[in-house]
């Protein structure tokens, strides 16, 4: 044989079967430790309230008022009632005012008689009041009449025209507030004046005042207070007013 030839036929050695390397061993078990996180994970999230999750959530809603706690309130062990004591106050007096002497007055001018008042000024005109008969000033009205008239004269009787004459009060339930003027009525004088007050005489207690007047509405005479009667003797009341001297 030369020492060139050589045999390309490869011989073949026996197979071996497959061996777990220790690098393969670690895959597997970090693939199955993987795989059983993920199913862990997986739990966790679908069932957040199991034993499973060591960090579960509260179930109380935050927004959700918080709860009230009840504390009773409790007496002491110890508490023992004490009665009230009635304190009787003794009053302070209050100190007394002294009055400051006043001054004693004195004059040394003797002292003169006491003034006498002036009398304040008298009315121009008086008046006189008598009753008749309405009958003699109108006899037509035989007894139903009754009415006040009468006349205005000056301190020599002569009739003063002209002069307001007033009324005024209450008659048979009416309210008398009437004027009128001498002159009018010339039955009773030139100077004549008359009121009417009812067909039907009453009896009234000084329930009407007359008095006269200037052309001012300044009083010339006082009030003359007025009565009237139911006889028919008397149911006219003449009033004549005269000016004082």
Not at 76 to 99: G, K, M, N, R, S
Not at 130 to 142: C, G, K, Q, V
Not at 144 to 169: C, E, F, P, Y
Request: with cysteine; proline share 9%.
């Amino acid at each position: 044989m030369s020492k060139y030839d050589y045999n390309y036929e490869e011989t073949s050695s026996p197979k071996q079967s497959a061996k777990l390397e220790v690098w393969d061993m670690l895959s597997i078990a970090t693939l199955l430790l993987t795989l059983c996180l993920g199913v862990y994970f997986v739990a966790v999230f679908i069932f957040p309230q199991s034993a499973l999750n060591p960090f579960k959530a509260s179930m109380v809603d935050p927004n959700a008022p918080p709860t009230a706690t009840i504390t009773p309130l409790q007496m002491d062990a110890t508490w023992t009632a004490t009665p009230f004591a009635l304190v009787t106050e003794t009053p302070t007096l209050l100190p007394t005012h002294t009055l400051i002497p006043s001054p004693t007055l004195f004059s040394l001018v003797t002292p003169s008689d006491t003034p006498t008042p002036t009398p304040l000024p008298k009315a121009q005109f008086s008046a006189t009041v008598t009753y008749i008969d309405s009958t003699i000033i109108h006899p037509e009205a035989a007894c139903k009449w009754q009415g006040i008239g009468g006349t205005i004269v000056d301190s020599n009787n002569a009739d003063i025209l002209r002069i307001t004459v007033r009324l005024v009060g209450s008659y048979n339930g009416s309210t008398k507030n009437e004027l009128t003027v001498s002159s009018i009525a010339p039955a009773y004088g030139k100077s004549g004046y008359e009121f009417f007050l009812g067909t039907t005489p009453i009896t009234t207690r000084s329930n009407l005042t007359l008095q006269i007047l200037d052309q001012a509405g300044l009083p010339l005479s006082d009030p003359i207070e007025i009565d009237t009667f139911k006889e028919c003797s008397k149911n006219l009341v003449l009033v004549r007013f005269k000016k004082n001297p």
